[in-house]
């Protein structure tokens, strides 16, 4: 989509406020109406419920930098960039890889209770929307609402939270039908799943931080685990949403969720995106970005 523009995505549009790469940057999300709502609240999970066929926000579009993510602490929860010690951040370049190597984003209706320790890992849930890896050979747009098959899930323990990576494809990959479990993705790609280990291993060593951990020694879980872990959080999403459990700072405010105390009006939407400011066109990326980091493999 042009910058500013709306694109119609699955029947989803965006709309972006004030320059991308700037702290006050924001992109809205529409329905094909062109009602305003939350990407994280009012997209379904399923896109088809009977396939376990669910919908994923792209917020990093694939070989990008710019963190970007759905902002939970905000009404109707645009994607911003994160913004660590004041700057804005970019995930730095660990020697191969080049910035991030999948479309990455999240499965909307979904929220890893910090409340809640898993069972599985020990530890407790990292307060956002379970994150997705989409390994299809399309290059997706940030904002773009596609349709994943769930073929597996990474157990990543990021500074003590539990921050399971889902890993899929997009259902219009011309290849989708070959993918049914994360061992297809092995035979497939071959080399991918451990350049994903990898990167998250070592994505924050850069910015001074040790090595990630993960749970099950970094192997990957298949399909019907992840698909039950991915189900446990949109039952804590659903108390989430409904005031069952204590959300603190997130925004539940929502458009569609019928039991919801925090559903709004389009009226009270649509004053929440016309109070940030126009669209301009995008800053400059810093140069470092650019840089690439070198490490010995252990």
Not at 26 to 36: E, I, T
Not at 186 to 214: C, H, I, S
Not at 285 to 293: G, L
Request: with cysteine; proline share 7%; hydrophobic share 35%.
């Amino acid at each position: 989509a042009s910058a500013g523009a709306c694109a119609a995505m699955s029947g989803y549009g965006v709309e972006e406020r004030a320059g991308p790469h700037s702290p006050e940057y924001r992109l809205f999300f529409k329905d094909a109406a062109g009602r305003y709502i939350s990407p994280f609240h009012d997209i379904p999970i399923y896109a088809d419920a009977g396939k376990n066929v669910f919908n994923m926000v792209v917020e990093v579009p694939r070989w990008t930098n710019a963190k970007m993510e759905i902002s939970t602490k905000e009404p109707l929860n645009p994607i911003k960039q994160d913004v660590k010690k004041g700057k804005l951040r970019f995930v730095a370049n660990v020697f191969p890889h080049k910035g991030y190597i999948w479309n990455y984003g999240a499965i909307p209706q979904t929220w890893e209770d910090p409340g809640h320790k898993d069972e599985n890992t020990g530890c407790c849930g990292d307060n956002d929307p379970i994150d997705v890896c989409e390994i299809g050979s399309k290059v997706c747009s940030r904002g773009e609402v596609i349709k994943v098959k769930v073929l597996g899930t990474l157990a990543l323990i990021d500074e003590g939270e539990t921050d399971w990576k889902v890993i899929a494809i997009n259902v219009e990959d011309p290849e989708a039908d070959s993918y049914n479990d994360i061992e297809d993705v092995r035979r497939m790609k071959p080399g991918y799943l451990e350049a994903t280990v990898d990167w998250f291993r070592r994505y924050k060593v850069p910015d001074g931080k040790p090595e990630n951990q993960f749970a099950f020694n970094g192997e990957f879980k298949g399909k019907d685990f992840a698909l039950d872990i991915i189900k446990g959080t949109h039952e804590h999403w659903k108390a989430l949403i409904t005031k069952k459990a204590d959300g603190g700072e997130i925004n539940c405010t929502n458009l569609t969720v019928s039991d919801s105390p925090f559903c709004c009006s389009q009226a009270c939407a649509k004053a929440t995106v016309d109070a940030a400011p126009p669209f301009k066109a995008a800053s400059p990326i810093p140069p470092e970005v650019d840089k690439w980091f070198y490490y010995q493999k252990n």
